[in-house]
């Protein structure tokens, strides 16, 4: 079974930064696809990053925020700069054994998930 676990969500001022880290345990052999994802108060859970064949990025984080992972360390990490106010949510990594060319940005794709972070940005 994969288990996810994120760390180094907080609160930060606009402008900031903020690095997130996902561990991923019991991922047995075969290609996954990786992404971040994140959900403010009353809203609908939404894709930020992904990295299969190909990387994606949400448009309103494109240029500021970063998706990298570690195989060594089984993690993947997702590096936020000039963070704003809008960026609050908690955010979630999430995981599929399957490595499709591009990334699928919707949430009921993805059977592995964590159990989130949250990220505060104050304005």
């Known amino acids: 079974q994969v288990q996810l676990v994120e760390s180094g969500g907080g609160l930060v001022q606009a402008g900031g930064s903020l690095s997130l880290s996902c561990v991923v345990s019991g991922r047995t052999g075969g290609r996954y696809t990786m992404a971040w994802f994140r959900q403010a108060p009353g809203k609908e859970r939404e894709f930020v990053a992904g990295?299969?064949?190909?990387?994606l990025y949400a448009d309103s984080v494109k240029g500021r925020f970063t998706i990298s992972s570690d195989n060594a360390k089984n993690t993947i990490y997702l590096q936020m700069n000039s963070l704003k106010p809008e960026d609050t949510a908690v955010y979630y990594c999430a995981a599929k054994g399957e490595q499709p060319i591009l990334v699928i940005t919707t949430t009921g794709w993805y059977n592995y998930w964590g159990q989130g972070t949250q990220v505060t940005v104050s304005s």
């Open positions: 990295s299969s064949i190909r990387t």
